[in-house]
């Protein structure tokens, strides 16, 4: 409120953000940019920009909101923080979209570019806590081209039908560790795509949404790399998927590394899902490229399915998956009256202990 911030939730106070920013950014004492609580700011389009000259932290206890119009035809983040490293952001305040508009808007094919909530990109060492996300109208929180960031009690809802508006959604990124997140969306909970490696996802809750995704990756015939991706101690509730890998007809490069560990599926369709035939769309060509998926661990997955279908695994014929492992599986439908199976095709695995539905990999 130095910099004449109204916080009335209709002047627009981008202005004073900036000049707040500037301020706080320019002074080596590791200040705190404070916004406080029991106010609501009205925040058009801003970039907050580093570097800074000491450690910051945006202590956010109010509420920032998005004006409740269609405000721009171009792709573009309400509040974007670039090249900031040791950057906290944390409080127990809400960043709002104002989203139905917008996807109002794109579902009557009038709006392309819908823009993210708040954005990330260049920071490293960053984390980010305790805040709420609501009602983006695309992606709610994205990471590109961040390394060591923490990702803790964060709170991520929008309505089961609000298209693409993932939780978390990161590339070229490294070393994000993801804990106590709720995530309720109607896109992926989480989104790693290529460039990413070194992702640790635990003790988080997703649904409703599409599940924690990798990819979808080689898509338009791009070179993929995703390695050493965990994921444990979550639960997942009436969601399209639980863990899943997608990649494109045509592709390439590697995918592997994966840990899907301690998992409850409650309810949700296709549970374990490796999908080298990505195409949302339908009438994808034929194409004997893919991205190679490999080293994927499923251990201790429990739950229901409420698609008789609860493992799939959909390799390409000419860059089979390898190296799948499988142990303590137990999928039931939730449909009482049907059984679940698995849907297999070339690939190679092993199985530990118990798995329900069975499975049957090549070479075994």
């Given at each position: 409120?130095?910099?004449?911030a ?5 002047t627009?106070d ?6 707040t920013?500037?301020?706080t950014?320019g002074?080596s004492?590791?200040?705190t940019?404070v ?11 801003i970039?907050?920009?580093?570097p ?7 202590q956010l ?5 998005a ?12 509040l ?20 139905a ?6 579902n009557?094919?009038k ?16 984390t980010v ?6 009602d983006?109208p695309?992606?709610?929180m ?8 923490q ?14 508006t ?6 070229f ?6 804990s106590?997140c709720?995530?309720r ?12 490696s ?20 080689g ?7 995703v ?13 399209l998927?639980?863990?899943?890998i ?10 592997n ?15 374990i ?15 004997d ?15 229901t ?9 959909l390799?390409?014929q000419?860059v ?10 137990n999928?039931?439908c ?6 679940t ?11 530990g ?9 090549l070479?075994a």
């Amino acid at each position: 409120m130095d910099f004449h911030a109204a916080g009335d939730g209709t002047t627009d106070d981008a202005k004073a953000f900036a000049a707040t920013w500037n301020a706080t950014c320019g002074d080596s004492r590791s200040p705190t940019m404070v916004i406080p609580g029991g106010r609501t700011f009205l925040l058009s389009q801003i970039r907050l920009d580093g570097p800074c000259k000491s450690p910051v932290t945006v202590q956010l206890d109010g509420n920032i909101v998005a004006p409740n119009a269609i405000w721009t035809t171009t792709a573009a983040n309400l509040l974007t923080f670039y090249r900031v490293n040791n950057l906290t952001v944390n409080g127990s305040g809400q960043m709002d979209g104002n989203g139905a508009i917008w996807w109002t808007c794109f579902n009557q094919k009038k709006c392309r570019a819908r823009p993210i909530l708040l954005a990330f990109a260049s920071c490293n060492n960053l984390t980010v806590k305790s805040i709420h996300l609501k009602d983006s109208p695309d992606k709610h929180m994205t990471l590109y081209r961040c390394s060591q960031v923490q990702v803790n009690n964060v709170s991520v809802t929008a309505p089961g039908k609000s298209p693409n508006t993932d939780g978390i959604n990161m590339a070229f990124s490294d070393h994000v560790y993801i804990s106590n997140c709720t995530i309720r969306t109607g896109d992926d909970c989480v989104s790693i795509l290529s460039g990413t490696s070194d992702v640790n996802i635990t003790n988080s809750k997703c649904g409703p949404g599409h599940g924690i995704s990798v990819g979808s990756l080689g898509g338009e015939g791009s070179t993929a790399l995703v390695e050493r991706i965990t994921v444990s101690n979550c639960s997942f509730s009436k969601t399209l998927t639980g863990v899943r890998i997608k990649s494109w007809q045509g592709g390439s490069g590697k995918a592997n590394g994966f840990l899907f560990e301690n998992l409850n599926m409650t309810d949700v369709q296709f549970p374990i899902d490796i999908d080298q035939f990505y195409c949302p769309r339908g009438n994808c060509p034929q194409q004997d490229s893919a991205v190679a998926i490999s080293d994927a661990r499923f251990i201790n997955i429990q739950g229901t399915s409420s698609n008789p279908q609860a493992i799939q695994i959909l390799c390409s014929q000419s860059v089979q998956c390898r190296g799948i492992y499988l142990d303590n599986i137990n999928l039931s439908c939730s449909r009482h009256t049907a059984r679940t199976r698995a849907t297999i095709s070339n690939a190679y695995g092993t199985i530990g202990g118990m798995v329900k539905p069975h499975v049957q990999f090549l070479g075994a």
